[in-house]
């Protein structure tokens, strides 16, 4: 057994998130962190919503509230959607959260204290029209590298680079267009470089390893070709107070410096919620624990490079030395997941273009499960991919309900009308066997690939054994079974579809957590072999460390769930007798009329100038 930290991606709490989102974050992380608990791993997932920087200021101040205001309501909403969408999570929190606040100046401080935070005038970005910083991530312009268009002023895509806002041909804001003014101002920069021997070596390492995607080493190692100190404090205030500073109310740290610190702010939260305050230190202190951090290709950077540096200069690791803080030594990732892009009906997700599907609108018209299963099959795992609702309808109606639901829906049937349980079986024949031996195996394979973040390759494995069994029923023909004296040899081959539906629900469950509980009530189960998580209203830990914006907010609503009724990672022999009824259908099939709705209602929703894009 391991220790198992899967990290999941912080969702930002400016609005709603798409399944664009969810698709590299969300449903990858909670697939992984279901299949590693029943396979017998101590699991703690953890997240929360990102709620500091200047885009939560532009969001409220165009909604006419506070940036607190509009961060509570987001956050609740957020928090709703993932539960809807099954995603189990030891804990789901946030970033303006007392206890994140003090582990986030812990690090601090004794990253500053190490030397790896260093004092440098620097040429700030400001919003003439505001006043206030703007986030390079908000600046956009000509890339002085490669020339590509678009480049943002945190890096390149096109080519990779690392740059600086000032670095960018015809700076622009990507909030209103205008020309950014460039002011000095003091900050606080993350010495990279002093860090970049250490960074290199735990890379070359990750690499030797052979676990990781390619394209997530790749851009990683290629950033270390122009590493350079890098800002970890901006001219705002929205933000965790800079210690040391606190005479400046105005500066704050970065929100990114913040929100990756979440992953282990969020494992001492639960630990302290669950009554065992140094519990987290098994996940970030044991040199044993395996941690594994999930989101969209966009955050590669944050996370094989800011976030392993930050620990690093905790760590007292790079060149200056130094000694860690109060936390002790923190394991570094053990592998960074990170998905390509999902489009919808090939264009980029755009909220403010009207190019957006939201998981809350989604999930008020089709099942979770429907789209957890387009994602896990469909979704942008190693490239980019498109959600197309034809494919959406395509694959619910082809696979889903023809497929997987039609093998539940007949198996449960026939045993309902022919014994009303699950019957006694006779002498088992080769094509008996033969099914069995075949689905059994799945539990390895199914298995080591979800291990592998080859979840792709893992439902399709599934669904394939899934038409194995379909195709049993064919060659099998219980239905013609009809005779007295055939009587044995249908308990049989419905005893051993009952079997091969048992298994088939268990491997596919952290795929469907939702249908796996109803198919698991269908075969007379209780129902509870995919825990769900639940919201809980729980109380502010810290509040005296919280800023004056944040008082009178007395909690805020949590993810946790108890996840431990989730059976192991194998075969489970069915019970003679179980009482079976007659099912109705898991799945729900989609009317092909549908697609041309749903491309009219983004249609309608888009803006004139992408109107039917």
């Excluded at 005893?495 to 539906?501: D, G, K, S």
């Amino acid at each position: 057994m391991s220790r198992i930290l899967s990290a999941v991606a912080w969702p930002y709490a400016n609005g709603p998130r798409h399944i664009g989102h969810v698709a590299g974050f969300g449903v990858p992380s909670d697939v992984f962190s279901r299949y590693m608990r029943m396979a017998g791993h101590d699991v703690l997932m953890v997240s929360g919503t990102d709620e500091h920087g200047t885009p939560i200021l532009v969001a409220a101040d165009g909604e006419g509230v506070t940036a607190r205001e509009l961060a509570d309501r987001n956050n609740r909403l957020i928090v709703e959607d993932l539960v809807a969408l099954g995603l189990s999570y030891d804990l789901f929190t946030r970033t303006t959260a007392g206890n994140h606040y003090a582990v986030v100046q812990e690090m601090f401080r004794t990253v500053r204290d190490n030397g790896y935070m260093i004092e440098q005038v620097t040429r700030a970005a400001i919003s003439p029209s505001t006043g206030r910083t703007l986030p390079d991530r908000y600046i956009e312009g000509t890339c002085p590298i490669c020339g590509t268009e678009g480049a943002r002023g945190d890096q390149c895509d096109a080519c990779g680079n690392q740059l600086d806002p000032t670095d960018l041909i015809d700076p622009h804001s990507r909030i209103n267009g205008e020309t950014p003014k460039f002011v000095e101002s003091t900050h606080y920069f993350l010495d990279l470089p002093a860090l970049a021997e250490a960074l290199s070596a735990w890379l070359d390492d990750r690499e030797q390893s052979g676990t990781w995607r390619p394209n997530v080493i790749k851009f990683s190692k290629n950033f270390l070709e122009d590493i350079r100190p890098r800002a970890m404090t901006r001219d705002i205030d929205w933000g965790i107070p800079v210690p040391g500073w606190e005479d400046q109310p105005t500066k704050r740290l970065y929100v990114w410096f913040d929100a990756v610190i979440g992953y282990l702010s969020a494992s001492i939260e639960w630990a302290r919620r669950t009554g065992d305050p140094e519990a987290w230190r098994q996940w970030w202190n044991d040199p044993e624990a395996l941690s594994y951090y999930f989101m969209g290709k966009d955050n590669i950077v944050f996370h094989s490079q800011i976030w392993p540096a930050e620990m690093l200069g905790y760590n007292g690791q790079g060149t200056k030395g130094g000694k860690p803080g109060t936390l002790g030594v923190l394991n570094m990732p053990t592998e960074v997941v990170s998905s390509e892009f999902l489009t919808m009906e090939g264009k980029k997700f755009s909220s403010s273009h009207g190019i957006v599907i939201y998981v809350r609108d989604f999930l008020a018209r089709y099942q979770a499960d429907a789209l957890r299963y387009f994602i896990s099959a469909a979704g942008p795992e190693t490239s980019d991919s498109d959600f197309t609702w034809a494919e959406f309808v395509r694959r619910t109606n082809g696979e889903l309900v023809a497929g997987w639901g039609n093998l539940v829906n007949r198996t449960a049937s026939m045993i309902a009308k022919k014994f009303g349980e699950i019957p006694a079986p006779g002498e088992l024949e080769d094509i008996d066997r033969a099914l069995l031996d075949e689905i059994n195996k799945g539990f390895e394979t199914i298995g080591d690939l979800i291990r592998h973040h080859r979840q792709k390759a893992a439902l399709s494995e599934a669904m394939r054994l899934v038409s194995e069994a379909n195709k049993y029923v064919t060659d099998t023909e219980p239905f013609k079974l009809k005779a007295p004296e055939q009587r044995e040899r249908l308990a049989t081959v419905l005893h051993t579809l009952a079997q091969a539906v048992t298994d088939l629900n268990l491997m596919l469950s952290p795929f469907l957590p939702h249908a796996a509980n109803d198919i698991d009530r269908v075969m007379g189960g209780a129902g509870n072999i995919a825990p769900m998580p639940r919201i809980e209203e729980v109380e502010e830990l810290d509040p005296q460390v919280l800023p004056e914006a944040f008082d009178g907010r007395n909690g805020y609503p949590i993810i946790t769930g108890d996840y431990t009724s989730a059976p192991t990672w194998e075969r489970h022999l069915i019970t003679v007798g179980t009482p079976i009824a007659k099912p109705t259908p898991v799945f729900t099939k989609l009317d092909e009329a549908i697609v041309e709705e749903e491309l009219a209602r983004y249609a309608d929703s888009a803006p004139d100038d992408v109107t039917g894009a």
